[in-house]
């Protein structure tokens, strides 16, 4: 089983859209900032918990399809 940190870096839409908070298992928001520093920052629109992965070197592959920033169903 992939971990989120993994999963937001690798998946596609379709993998990427059904994913849950690891703590309280409610939606996510899931941002990609590009930019000189990329960044990827997950936050759990329940618990609040979250996590930033910096220095992204790729564009995420969901990007294309979800865009920049988009809610987990």
Not at 2 to 15: G, P
Not at 52 to 71: Q, R
Request: aromatic share 4%; net charge positive.
């Amino acid at each position: 089983m992939k971990t989120l940190a993994h999963a937001v870096k690798h998946s596609s839409a379709q993998e990427i859209i059904n994913s849950r908070c690891p703590v309280c298992g409610k939606i996510i928001r899931i941002s990609y900032e590009p930019g000189h520093k990329a960044a990827i920052i997950v936050v759990c629109l329940s618990c609040l918990s979250g996590m930033c992965l910096d220095g992204v070197s790729k564009v995420p592959p969901w990007v294309s399809e979800l865009g920049n920033s988009f809610e987990t169903v």
